[in-house]
């Protein structure tokens, strides 16, 4: 089993920064690990992911502006998150998915807003 826990989500205004922490237990080798985000009234979407290879993908919405790193050492994956605009306010999850198993982190909230 794999358990993550998301940290690092409140308030930031447009233009600013932030870091989202995923702490990842359990079984983790081999875990692909990816960030979604839901807006209100909106379906889930891929916003980036990073295989066990630590081969990279961004949605084109948030290229340029998020990086996506791991720490091995810590068990933690995580997304930092700059130029930051209104249309990025979501509650955002980690996942990791290995040999067509799924987990889900509980999410955390990012609002930007002046």
């Known amino acids: 089993q794999v358990q993550l826990v998301e940290s690092g989500g409140g308030l930031v205004q447009p233009g600013g920064s932030l870091r989202l922490s995923c702490a990842i237990s359990g079984f983790t080798l081999g875990l692909h690990i990816g960030w979604f985000r839901q807006a209100p009234g909106k379906e889930r979407e891929g916003v980036s992911c990073i295989s066990s290879s630590d081969g990279t993908y961004y949605a084109d919405s948030v290229k340029g502006r998020f990086t996506i790193s791991r720490d091995n050492a810590r068990n933690t994956v995580y997304l930092d998150m700059s130029s930051v605009k209104p249309e990025d306010t979501a509650v955002y999850y980690c996942?990791?998915?290995?040999?067509?198993?799924?987990?889900w982190g509980q999410g955390t909230q990012v609002t930007v807003s002046p």
């Open positions: 996942h990791a998915t290995r040999q067509g198993n799924h987990f």
